[in-house]
């Protein structure tokens, strides 16, 4: 009996550790494609800059995602196009919801993953305030919900939040982001939250400054405007990629659950500097008109923004953008950051050259079509 007893005894103390090694997530960083890398993630957001960045960074390496996606979208956005030739068949799957906010719906998108990254935020067109509340409140408490509800099978949640969130931002995407996250650690504690400035990545259908300049160079004769506030305003611009990887690294680290990253790239600039060095790429003399946030709140109202062409520069005069712009963006120094994730982010500076090059890629600079550019 006493032998017996000491048998029941070590069983139960190697019971907790046994645990712990079906908990805890098992990244395989060195798998392939066909493969399988430990990871089964599903990814709201998949088709932003920062998702489909991340998708075809984690798929090459032999992950299991699951891209739900809203029910005004179809598979054969150009959006998804980018994120089909990430993954073989069978390690990648689309799911049509019809509400982002209904925890049952969001539910069943994580029945067979371990892992859960939310990369749904407010864009830059939005108008409502409903707009925002739902992608940057009510669609990430659905998501919280539905993970708490799944505990025993997902492992890490991580969520991407923006630097500068704040209760008192006068920005709309600050203010409800800050309310966001307030939101998701009060329903699961163990959320690593990342918060990102300003993302910069090649052109995509999420408009960033180097879109914004390329169509000012195109419309305004070589002119660049600005608003009041964004010549003194600093941003830290930071590349998609170095987020993606901190993404990685979190899962890989336990040590990140439960806490928060400011993500900013290693320099801090003015909207003007960053504007100039996309002249000097170009050699042309740099000429900037300032204008007050007023007025462009006036302009964005203007009848002769109506015809085609213009219609597509006014998506740079909607207010919350220009709000956005007329304020800093860096990070907060007494928060975690890229150092403590061991990644040290490229610097914008950097990757000039490639953003000026998709503008004139863009715009059939020097009488270069984009049929010749492909021959060539």
Same mark, same amino acid.
């Given at each position: 009996?006493?032998?017996?007893?000491?048998?029941?005894?070590?069983?139960?103390?190697?019971?907790?550790?046994?645990?712990?090694?079906?908990?805890?997530?098992?990244?395989?960083?060195? %798998?392939?494609? @066909? #493969?399988? $890398?430990?990871?089964?993630? +599903?990814?709201?957001? &998949?088709?932003?800059?920062?998702?489909?960045?991340?998708?075809?960074?984690?798929?090459?390496?032999?992950?299991?995602?699951?891209?739900?996606?809203?029910?005004?979208?179809?598979?054969?956005?150009?959006?998804?196009?980018?994120?089909?030739?990430?993954?073989?068949?069978?390690?990648?799957?689309?799911?049509?919801?019809?509400?982002?906010?209904?925890?049952?719906?969001?539910?069943?998108?994580?029945?067979?993953?371990?892992?859960?990254?939310?990369?749904?935020?407010?864009?830059?067109?939005?108008?409502?305030?409903?707009?925002?509340?739902?992608?940057?409140?009510?669609?990430?408490?659905?998501?919280?919900?539905?993970?708490?509800?799944?505990?025993?099978?997902?492992?890490?949640?991580?969520?991407?939040?923006?630097?500068? %969130?704040?209760? @008192? #931002?006068? $920005?709309?995407?600050?203010? +409800?982001?800050?309310? &966001?996250?307030?939101?998701?650690?009060?329903?699961?504690?163990?959320?690593?939250?990342?918060?990102?400035?300003?993302?910069?990545?090649?052109?995509?259908?999420?408009?960033?400054?180097?879109?914004?300049?390329?169509?000012?160079?195109?419309?305004?004769?070589?002119?660049?405007?600005?608003?009041?506030?964004?010549?003194?305003?600093?941003?830290?611009?930071?590349?998609?990629?170095?987020?993606?990887?901190?993404?990685?690294?979190?899962?890989?680290?336990?040590?990140?659950?439960?806490?928060?990253?400011?993500?900013?790239?290693?320099?801090?600039?003015?909207?003007?500097?960053?504007?100039?060095?996309?002249?000097?790429?170009?050699?042309?003399?740099?000429?900037?008109?300032?204008?007050?946030?007023?007025?462009?709140?006036?302009?964005?109202?203007?009848?002769?923004?109506?015809?085609?062409?213009?219609?597509?520069?006014?998506?740079?005069?909607?207010?919350?953008?220009?709000?956005?712009?007329?304020?800093?963006?860096?990070?907060?120094?007494?928060?975690?950051?890229?150092?403590?994730?061991?990644?040290?982010?490229?610097?914008?500076?950097?990757?000039?050259?490639?953003?000026?090059?998709?503008?004139?890629?863009?715009?059939?600079?020097?009488?270069?079509?984009?049929?010749?550019?492909?021959?060539?």
């Amino acid at each position: 009996m006493q032998l017996g007893h000491q048998q029941t005894k070590s069983l139960l103390v190697r019971v907790p550790r046994r645990y712990y090694q079906l908990q805890r997530l098992h990244v395989q960083e060195q %798998a392939a494609r @066909n #493969s399988y $890398s430990g990871i089964s993630m +599903t990814l709201f957001g &998949g088709s932003s800059p920062l998702g489909s960045t991340l998708g075809g960074m984690l798929t090459r390496m032999g992950t299991q995602a699951v891209y739900p996606y809203r029910h005004n979208a179809t598979l054969w956005d150009n959006r998804f196009k980018e994120l089909k030739t990430t993954a073989d068949l069978g390690y990648k799957t689309y799911m049509k919801l019809t509400d982002f906010t209904s925890e049952k719906e969001v539910g069943y998108t994580l029945k067979d993953s371990n892992t859960v990254i939310s990369c749904i935020g407010s864009k830059v067109y939005s108008k409502k305030e409903k707009d925002f509340e739902d992608a940057n409140i009510r669609v990430p408490m659905a998501i919280a919900k539905a993970v708490k509800a799944n505990q025993g099978k997902v492992k890490r949640f991580i969520y991407v939040s923006a630097a500068g %969130a704040d209760p @008192n #931002s006068h $920005s709309r995407r600050l203010r +409800t982001k800050w309310l &966001g996250e307030q939101e998701v650690k009060d329903i699961y504690p163990d959320v690593t939250i990342l918060r990102p400035t300003y993302i910069f990545n090649l052109l995509h259908s999420n408009q960033t400054l180097a879109g914004k300049w390329g169509m000012q160079m195109k419309m305004f004769n070589r002119m660049n405007w600005m608003f009041e506030g964004m010549t003194g305003g600093k941003v830290q611009p930071v590349f998609v990629n170095d987020v993606a990887l901190a993404v990685l690294n979190c899962l890989k680290m336990e040590e990140t659950i439960g806490q928060t990253y400011d993500l900013g790239g290693p320099h801090t600039y003015s909207y003007e500097e960053i504007y100039e060095q996309f002249f000097n790429q170009c050699g042309i003399k740099p000429y900037t008109s300032v204008v007050k946030l007023e007025d462009g709140y006036e302009y964005y109202h203007y009848k002769w923004w109506q015809s085609f062409y213009r219609q597509l520069f006014r998506t740079w005069l909607y207010p919350e953008f220009m709000t956005t712009e007329a304020q800093d963006l860096i990070v907060n120094p007494q928060n975690k950051g890229f150092a403590d994730l061991y990644i040290k982010p490229v610097a914008f500076g950097q990757k000039v050259v490639e953003y000026v090059n998709d503008i004139y890629w863009l715009y059939n600079a020097q009488e270069v079509t984009k049929a010749q550019s492909a021959a060539n």
